[in-house]
């Protein structure tokens, strides 16, 4: 059986994660404001949200067993931030 958590799939998956949360930032900032974007966002918003975080744990724990892979450290670090800069945005 193959792993699920193999390096290309979780640097994809986190970089996806990542893209999701930085549209979204885009789209508030630049006040689209479309009924078929905003349904969108409040469908996925939840999922990918749990997501982040998920694979953020995932993430720390395939580093910690595979340490030289540079680009899914580098999808990793931009994972967790993009995962704090979400959840320290509920609390402003």
Do not use: H
Request: hydrophobic share 60%; aromatic share 10%; proline share 2%.
């Amino acid at each position: 059986m193959k792993k699920l958590a193999t390096d290309k799939n979780l640097t994809i998956i986190n970089f996806v994660i990542v893209s999701y949360f930085l549209l979204i930032w885009v789209i508030n900032t630049l006040q689209i404001d479309a009924i078929l974007i905003g349904v969108f966002r409040e469908l996925l918003t939840i999922p990918f949200l749990i997501a982040q975080i998920a694979f953020s744990i995932i993430g720390i724990v395939f580093i910690i067993k595979n340490p030289k892979k540079t680009i899914t450290t580098i999808s990793l670090v931009l994972l967790i931030a993009c995962a704090v800069i979400t959840i320290s945005s509920f609390f402003e």
